[in-house]
């Protein structure tokens, strides 16, 4: 450490300051030296630990054999013969129906023609069983297809404005809200304490809606039903290794399961030709997955 006498060879304290400051600042003559790490020392370690698995007289690191070890063995899957399995499925479509009333399905063109015939000859001894239509649609009797609303306490009800409706789907909510009401999806409501937005979403189908309902308001007031949903990961263990497995979709599955009379004006919405409420689960309410989970498993137990 340098120091400085503030009294010898300096005429005042500014000389002084300046002299403190040069020498705090000054390069050093002798800089210091950076340690460097031996890198040709660890990397001829890392290439002894890899060549310790290594055979013969190659000193190629890369050329590296793992011997096999007690338990070990190589696991075959199912083998794909099929080299087509990746292009998309190609289907025909075949009537289950009469004349007077056409019924169409589709099937995957896979099959040979002998097989062709006796899956249409199946389909058409239970074409009662496939809905093509919602008058077709039966709702679940008794219990185990119903629903109930339940609010929790003190809750105030909620009536919301009606959102504002594109011009260009007016028509076709008319012609929807009239279909849904002439299967008895839906009635009129005229008084009711509950009041939710309407909503319109456009279907992959050319010139074709859905109407939806804003529910996040009612939702937030129903109590929450604690029976489990199937796990993603148990329903794949459960189907994996089988060499073949079946889909079922079921046609509108919620309009299957009645609304008891007393909590069906709780799903009311508004539009411009007044105001209706469900009968059926709609799509969007809380509780519909757990409701229509405990009904598939209970059927097929």
């Known amino acids: 450490m340098r120091t400085f006498n503030f009294e010898d060879g300096f005429e005042s304290i500014d000389e002084a300051l300046q002299e403190v400051k040069a020498a705090i600042f000054r390069i050093p003559q002798d800089p210091l030296e950076l340690i460097q790490p031996d890198w040709s020392t660890q990397l001829r370690h890392a290439l002894e630990c890899y060549n310790m698995t290594a055979k013969g007289e190659d000193e190629d690191p890369r050329n590296i054999n793992i011997p096999e070890v007690e338990g070990h063995r190589e696991v075959e899957g199912l083998q794909i013969e099929n080299p087509y399995i990746t292009m998309p499925l190609k289907t025909n479509q075949i009537n289950i129906g009469i004349e007077a009333e056409l019924k169409f399905m589709k099937i995957g063109d896979y099959w040979d023609d002998a097989i062709v015939d006796k899956v249409t000859e199946f389909l058409r001894e239970y074409q009662d069983l496939f809905p093509t239509k919602f008058s077709d649609l039966k709702c679940i009797i008794g219990n185990l297809g119903v629903m ?102 079921g046609f509108s599955g919620y309009d299957q399961i009645n609304i008891v009379p007393k909590d069906r004006s709780k799903t009311t919405f508004a539009t411009e030709w007044g105001c209706f409420q469900y009968t059926v689960m709609p799509f969007g309410i809380k509780n519909a997955l757990m409701i229509f989970s405990c009904m598939v498993i209970t059927m097929f137990k």
């Open 148 to 249: 109930k609303i339940t609010l929790k306490l003190d809750i105030k009800p909620v009536k919301q404005r009606p959102y504002h409706l594109e011009p260009k789907y007016k028509e076709k909510v008319c012609l929807e809200l009239d279909k849904m009401h002439v299967v008895g999806i839906i009635e009129p409501m005229e008084d009711t304490d509950w009041v939710s937005p309407m909503v319109i979403q456009e279907k992959k189908q050319k010139d074709e809606i859905r109407i939806c309902v804003d529910l996040r308001k009612l939702n937030d007031a129903c109590v929450h039903d604690p029976f489990p949903t199937p796990f993603t990961g148990e329903v794949l263990d459960n189907v994996g290794g089988h060499k073949a497995y079946s889909f079922t979709n």
